[in-house]
């Protein structure tokens, strides 16, 4: 079976157009399904959303072979053999899809909106726009920007204002990173020695209001790179990244909390990209290949949490993006992360091949909860009772502040609702105490959190064998390697190698 041609789908358009109308009927006349959408936080979510048809598609009659049905969004694939041409649907589960009826506010609602608070307390918001050239990635990031402006100066203001937010603009292809509020002056992804990524000499700016937000966001999108391909006349030929830090100013030892909204350069198959020259097919590779590792990043990163049977490989410093977004994908990160894929479906018939490879990219990452429980461990702060919980916090407090473990862990809560908490708001009921200060809060909050890391790392040690270590290659004293998924090889500069059996770091420097 052969993937219909555009000669053969326009050859064959009111055949292939009554099929779906005939399939949509039917999904109509069946009963309504289950929402299976949870109200459970989930760290990583992906959502599908397609446009309508536009209106020099609407001129060539083209068909539209993307529906939304419940959660899942539908792909009719238009097909041929020596029978005739077909339409094959394609279903693809999401945390929720979008069709052409639903707005930039509700999407901003169940996809974006819980990312705020997140923010504000100290926690990693990422979210990408993900989809191929031409299928509204751009349309619904701006809409994101307008009520993310909105709504965290007024969530900041209704807690009471003690926040500055600085913001910064940057694109990335491949290698090279660039200013976009500082003229496109080049930059650096940097990983210091205690971890820490960094974009050091990348221009920040104090902003205070919702007008100044847009200003800037405007400003940096008019220098991202743009090319005229066969799909758009200003094709983004960049990630654009797009970052909003806060800083608690009340509780300074509160970490920075920080929203990236990032615009994908837009996938392009070999039938988009055939006029393309040298150099425009040079950026299509890296923009495919850095596309690439991203999803790996994110999938791996979903199994991981899954509490998969099997070793996962999370390959974030193979590009400067994922690497950006280290805190992201690692298990051991040192504060709460939530991760937003909305990936863009065309909904012309002529793309639906481009929009199955877009479909087949995100697929993997809705990654179904684990069908047994973990094995109970008595140390994981997330299965405390509430007693258990209010006895830990009882022992790492002076007597003085017994009424601390009530105010901490409430009646109705138990470790996972204090495990779950931010860091802001754990300071805050420490602090409403008026017994202990900002110092010996913060200590408290940390050793928690080290112990919700703690359990992470075990469960991943005790279900991959207890770190043994495979040898796949002999290395000389000296020699740099480089590590992928599947092997190791030769390499010419140093790779930072995670040693699983001794839980320790290693540079390639000592012994």
């Known amino acids: 079976m052969a993937a219909a041609g555009p000669e053969q789908i326009a050859l064959h358009a009111t055949f292939l157009r009554d099929s779906i109308t005939t399939h949509i009927q039917t999904l109509a006349s069946a009963a309504e399904k289950e929402n299976s959408s949870s109200t459970e936080a989930r760290e990583i979510s992906v959502y599908l959303r397609t446009r309508p048809l536009l209106p020099n598609e609407i001129e060539r009659n083209s068909v539209n072979a993307a529906v939304v049905h419940g959660d899942d969004l539908i792909l009719y694939k238009p097909e041929i053999n020596y029978k005739g041409p077909r339409i094959s649907p394609i279903v693809t589960q999401a945390d929720a899809s979008f069709g052409p009826e639903d707005g930039n506010q509700r999407v901003y609602q169940l996809a974006l909106a819980e990312l705020i608070p997140l923010t504000l307390g100290g926690g990693l918001g990422s979210v990408f726009a993900y989809g191929q050239t031409g299928s509204g990635k751009t349309y619904t990031m701006s809409g994101m920007q307008e009520l993310v402006a909105a709504d965290v100066f007024r969530l900041a203001e209704e807690r009471g204002g003690h926040y500055e937010f600085k913001f910064a603009a940057f694109e990335l292809l491949g290698n090279d990173v660039r200013d976009l509020l500082d003229n496109?002056?080049?930059?650096?992804?940097?990983?210091?020695?205690?971890?820490?990524?960094?974009?050091?000499?990348?221009?920040?700016?104090?902003?205070?209001?919702?007008?100044?937000?847009?200003?800037?966001?405007?400003?940096?999108?008019?220098?991202?790179?743009?090319?005229?391909?066969?799909?758009n006349d200003t094709s983004s030929r960049s990630h654009a990244v797009y970052r909003l830090t806060c800083r608690n100013t009340r509780l300074p030892s509160v970490k920075e909390g920080t929203l990236y909204l990032l615009d994908l350069a837009g996938s392009e198959s070999t039938r988009d990209s055939k006029e393309h020259d040298k150099a425009r097919l040079l950026e299509t590779r890296e923009i495919n290949r850095s596309l690439m590792t991203l999803k790996d990043c994110i999938r791996s990163r979903a199994l991981a949490s899954t509490r998969s049977s099997a070793h996962i490989h999370i390959p974030y410093r193979q590009s400067k993006l994922t690497l950006l977004l280290k805190d992201a994908f690692e298990l051991s990160a040192p504060r709460h992360c939530r991760t937003a894929v909305i990936a863009h479906v065309s909904p012309n018939l002529l793309d639906a091949s481009h929009s199955a490879n877009t479909l087949k990219y995100v697929a993997p990452l809705k990654i179904p909860p684990p069908t047994t429980?973990?094995?109970?461990?008595?140390?994981?702060?997330?299965?405390?009772?509430?007693?258990?919980?209010?006895?830990?916090?009882?022992?790492?407090?002076?007597?003085?502040?017994?009424?601390?473990?009530?105010?901490?862990?409430?009646?109705?809560?138990?470790?996972?609702?204090?495990?779950?908490?931010?860091?802001?708001?754990?300071?805050?009921?420490?602090?409403?105490?008026?017994?202990?200060?900002?110092?010996?809060a913060k200590a408290v909050y940390l050793a928690m959190w080290k112990l919700v890391v703690d359990a992470r790392l075990r469960r991943?040690?005790?279900?991959?064998?207890?770190?043994?270590?495979?040898?796949?290659?002999?290395?000389?004293?000296e020699a740099y390697v480089r590590f992928t998924d599947e092997r190791v090889e030769d390499g010419d500069e140093k790779t930072r190698v995670l040693l699983e059996s001794h839980s320790s770091w290693w540079d390639g420097e000592g012994k």
């Open 460 to 477: 991943r040690e005790r279900e991959t064998g207890g770190g043994k270590v495979k040898v796949v290659k002999k290395v000389k004293p």
């Open 373 to 440: 429980a973990p094995r109970p461990d008595p140390d994981d702060p997330q299965i405390w009772t509430h007693e258990t919980a209010r006895s830990w916090v009882r022992s790492k407090i002076p007597r003085s502040a017994e009424m601390l473990p009530n105010i901490l862990v409430r009646e109705e809560e138990a470790g996972l609702q204090l495990a779950a908490m931010s860091e802001e708001e754990f300071m805050e009921r420490c602090l409403s105490t008026g017994v202990i200060g900002e110092k010996k």
């Open 184 to 231: 496109r002056k080049p930059l650096k992804i940097l990983e210091d020695k205690f971890g820490n990524v960094e974009v050091p000499d990348a221009k920040d700016y104090i902003v205070t209001s919702k007008d100044q937000y847009l200003q800037l966001v405007t400003a940096a999108a008019a220098l991202r790179a743009t090319e005229s391909t066969l799909k």
